[in-house]
Each structure stands twice: as C-alpha cells, then as structure tokens.
C-alpha cells in the first residue's frame, strides 16, 4: 500500500491528524489530534451528562422507563439551549476529521509529485 494510501487512510478511520504523522506534518497532526481530542471530549462529557440525567429520572420514578419515553426526552434535550455544546463539538469534530481527510490526502500527492520529479 503506497503512502498516500496509508495517510488517507489512517485519516480517514483512524483519527484525524493520524495520516499527517505518518506524512511527517508533524505541526499540522498534532494540532489536529489536539483539537479533535478536545471536541471528543465535549462531545463524550455532554451525551454521559444527558444519559445520568435521564437514568436519575428513571430512578426517582419521575419517567416510566419506555423507550418511547426516554427518546421522547432525548430530543426535547437536545434541542435545548445546554445541549448545544455538544452539537458545537460535534460539528468541529466532523470539520476537523474532513480537514484531516481532505489535507492528507493533498499531502500525500504532493509530496509523490516531489519524489516524481526529482526521479
């Protein structure tokens, strides 16, 4: 598998900034993985949040514990104005990951149209 390959890749399904390491973008990988890692965290942090507010209510017996009951709150929640960091985080994480695709990707070729001509 050539190296633009494993990059694209490694970007792709593995985490973003992952293909850069490999590209030896050093800079631009571990600005990535840092920014991807903080948005993962808001993201985790918010849906645990949602889910012990929600197993709470079932343990006090203010909600029946149905799924049609439980999903019903979960869109009312994540409609709401609290909710909306972990939308935020969500949609940094997914740019972030593109840009991770999308840049390494245009790395790689770069970088094997450098070693073509210089062959």
């Known amino acids: 598998m050539k190296k633009i390959e494993k990059a694209f890749l490694l970007s792709a399904l593995v985490f973003p900034g992952s293909g850069h390491i490999l ?4 800079l631009t990988g571990f600005s990535l993985i840092i920014i991807a890692s903080i948005a ?47 939308n935020t985080a969500m949609i940094v994480l997914l740019v972030v990951w593109l840009i991770g695709i999308l840049d390494s990707y245009r790395i ?8 073509n001509v210089n062959s």
């Open 23 to 26: 590209l030896k973008r050093y």
């Open 40 to 86: 993962s965290y808001f993201l985790i942090y918010g849906v645990i949040n949602q889910a012990l507010e929600i197993a709470d209510k079932i343990k006090s017996g203010e909600i029946y514990p149905d799924l049609s009951v439980i999903l019903e709150l979960v869109s009312r929640s994540s409609a709401s104005a609290e909710f909306e960091s972990v």
């Open 108 to 115: 790689g070729r770069y970088q094997k149209q450098e070693v």
